[in-house]
């Protein structure tokens, strides 16, 4: 009997990879370990349905936590990392090392434990840093912020596990772009909805190109990559940037999305100056009040930067991307219509 554990696993993309996973059958069990269920009401109905086919086990943990007391029948072929504080700005400083670093080690000894000889890390393209120059796979990683930072480290937790037993076990570090999909709610959510309702304006970053990619896609690509390396296609540690090839631009997303809800697509833009000033008050306003208020300084100046992120190892071994921008909202839309009427 095969199992895979799924730390993280009630977040938004552990519910897409279980829902993929049991479609396709490459797990007889599948283990959820997370600190709480979905609140999401998307991801609530889909984490129902996933525990109604009696294949799929919560258990309620901290990766914080020791984990070697955890129970799982079966052989156990597969964890997959996804678990993580990353919501940025919206934590101290110490929590993103406490819960990304802290917990990349406890996985690790957890998968000593039951001898698993497969691990799916998923980091972030955070480790990259700030710079408007295209990253792929061999940039180097010199990140800026706390996330970044404990990404980085934890990759490196997870090499050095597989540096132990290098011919015999796998590794895949996936460094996914901007993620998005129903039951996201995060950044392309609120553009769907500032579209939708006649708020969107360029604030002069129509050009501006944001690394990024399906929900579904992502899952497609962790699978693909994983099992060719169980099939000895690829190295056993494999480390590769997930993202959309050519990398769209902000333009890119708001025509898309404007097909979508039958908007004409014409936006004004913004003059720099104007740009400046919003961003100077945005600042005081951050200084003033909480840190993970939706005016926040930090969070709005990602608006102004590019993340032009090659997904060179996936380019370069012929993956076949199967959604562009216009298949993927068509997807979303098509699995959960409320984010767009």
Request: hydrophobic share 35%.
């Amino acid at each position: 009997m095969k199992s895979a554990v799924v730390f993280g696993g009630t977040g938004f993309i552990g519910l897409y990879f279980i829902e993929k996973v049991l479609d396709e059958h490459l797990y007889d069990n599948l283990y959820i370990v997370d600190t709480r269920e979905p609140e999401d009401t998307f991801c609530k109905i889909k984490y129902k349905k996933l525990i109604n086919t009696n294949r799929v086990k919560f258990i309620k943990k901290d990766i914080r936590e020791d984990l070697k007391e955890i129970i799982i029948d079966g052989e156990l072929i597969t964890i997959l990392n996804f678990a993580a504080v990353h919501r940025e700005p919206g934590h101290e400083e110490h929590e993103y090392g406490e819960t990304n670093i802290n917990g990349a080690h406890n996985i690790c000894d957890f998968a000593r434990k039951y001898d698993c000889k497969n691990i799916v890390f998923t980091s972030s393209i955070a480790v990259y840093g700030p710079g408007e120059h295209e990253k792929n796979e061999e940039t180097i990683a010199k990140p800026s912020t706390p996330y970044g930072k404990s990404k980085l480290e934890a990759e490196k937790i997870h090499i050095d596990w597989q540096n132990e037993e290098p011919t015999n076990r796998i590794l895949s570090i996936c460094r996914p772009g901007v993620v998005f999909g129903a039951g996201e709610k995060g950044n392309v959510t609120r553009l769907v909805k500032f579209i939708k309702n006649r708020l969107f304006f360029y604030m002069n970053n129509k050009n501006l190109k944001k690394g990024g990619l399906y929900v579904k896609e992502l899952i497609n690509m962790i699978i693909w990559v994983n099992e060719k390396q169980t099939k000895g296609q690829f190295p056993k540690s494999v480390l590769y940037n997930a993202c959309m090839y050519p990398c769209p631009t902000i333009e890119d997303f708001a025509k898309n999305i404007s097909k979508k809800v039958h908007h004409s697509g014409n936006f004004i833009s913004l003059p720099g100056i104007l740009i400046n000033f919003f961003l100077f008050v945005s600042l005081i306003f951050t200084k003033i009040f909480k840190k993970n208020n939706s005016f926040n300084y930090y969070r709005l100046r990602k608006l102004f930067r590019s993340n032009t992120i090659i997904p060179q190892f996936l380019v370069k071994n012929q993956y076949i991307f199967k959604y562009d921008l216009s298949s993927s909202f068509d997807d979303w839309k098509k699995n959960d219509s409320s984010d767009w009427n």
